[in-house]
């Protein structure tokens, strides 16, 4: 009884875990999409297959996302919010070149 308890609170955390990166990832999604698909003139599969899910977080440890950003999309300028980063990057890694994922943008 007691392990069967400890199973289903172990999958409730692990649910909530699983849907809070998703919910990440489509917030980030619905950034690109809105704000800046336009701008970089690429589709968000194209703008995140630049780089590798290891080259992603490589950029994003090292504080520059934003810069990146900027390399792959020249014309942003001030279009870009610096807040739309914590969702941009679950975006970008999970769709990146080594992923076998395809966003639907």
Aim: aromatic share 14%.
């Amino acid at each position: 009884m007691k392990a069967t308890k400890l199973v289903i609170k172990i999958l409730l955390i692990l649910s909530f875990l699983t849907s809070f990166s998703f919910s990440d990832t489509d917030a980030g999604r619905k950034i690109y999409v809105n704000n800046l698909k336009k701008i970089c003139l690429m589709t968000s599969l194209v703008f995140a297959s630049t780089h590798s899910q290891d080259e992603w977080e490589e950029i994003y440890e090292a504080g520059e996302f934003f810069n990146e950003v900027k390399k792959i999309c020249p014309k942003i300028k001030s279009e870009y919010n610096v807040v739309w980063t914590e969702s941009l990057y679950p975006f970008v890694y999970q769709y990146a070149n080594d992923s076998e994922d395809v966003p639907s943008c």
